[in-house]
């Protein structure tokens, strides 16, 4: 398996565009988070969604943010519009109901000037 | 809420020398207890878990963590340290209602040669 695959690696927008960021969790895996990484404040759970369903999204900052799980091999992290505080590294990661823990992706480095 | 605690920013050890990275947790329940590493611009890489059974956990790479219960830590370990393990070390609980792991700040480890 692949593991998590998360595209692009690197994105640097001007601030006010739109951001997306995709995620391919790993098959099988029902569960699939995003987390956001960033000096000041850490890793932080931004959402997560079970079989394609948001279940948690509080940890989404604002409006702007939004996520989408059409089907049960692609999820995607929306922003719109863009602010330079949102730099930072987003992680994917999924899991399964069986398991304990997470796998993570390589993480999207976003870069809003 | 579940809370995890890293008390050290960093950490500098010697090569060939013994190192321990700490993590404490406030957890509600049973606690699932986790140790990822992370290298630059790299995604977070799971080390080991702790779930039930020994109190001392073996993982990936040589290293190892204690669970302590009476103490609420669960430090990593690993006998002699080498140059290539310099890296970000994240502690993490799984929040087993919501699936998600609450990750502590990180400690980054630079054993020097």
């Known amino acids: 398996d692949a593991g998590v695959i998360q595209s692009p690696r690197h994105e640097v927008t001007e601030m006010g565009q739109e951001v997306t960021l995709r995620c391919k969790p790993i098959?099988?895996?029902?569960?699939l988070f995003w987390y956001r990484q960033t000096m000041m404040r850490g890793l932080e759970l931004l959402i997560y969604?079970?079989?394609?369903?948001?279940?948690?999204d509080s940890g989404m900052p604002e409006d702007r943010f939004s996520a989408k799980m059409p089907n049960a091999s692609f999820s995607t992290l929306k922003i719109q519009p863009s602010e330079p505080r949102d730099s930072a590294v987003y992680f994917c990661?999924?899991?399964?109901?069986?398991?304990?823990?997470?796998?993570f992706g390589q993480g999207t480095r976003l870069t809003v000037v | 809420a579940q809370s995890v605690a890293q008390p050290e920013d960093q950490v500098n050890v010697a090569e060939g020398n013994p190192l321990t990275v700490k993590c404490t947790y406030s957890?509600?329940?049973?606690?699932?207890l986790f140790w990822y590493v992370q290298y630059p611009n790299r995604g977070l890489q799971f080390l080991l878990k702790?779930?039930?059974?020994?109190?001392l956990v073996k993982g990936s790479y040589g290293f190892e963590a204690e669970f302590n219960k009476s103490q609420t830590s669960f430090h990593l370990k690993k006998p002699s340290a080498l140059v290539s393990d310099s890296a970000l070390y994240f502690c993490?609980?799984?929040?087993?209602?919501?699936?998600?792991?609450?990750f502590g700040s990180g400690t980054r480890l630079q054993v020097q040669p």
């Open positions: 702790y779930i039930t059974g020994d109190n």
């Open positions: 990661a999924s899991t399964s109901s069986g398991a304990t823990g997470a796998f």
């Open positions: 969604f079970n079989n394609n369903v948001p279940i948690d």
């Open positions: 957890v509600s329940g049973n606690p699932y």
């Open positions: 098959s099988g895996h029902d569960y």
């Open positions: 993490a609980a799984l929040d087993t209602g919501r699936r998600a792991l609450t």
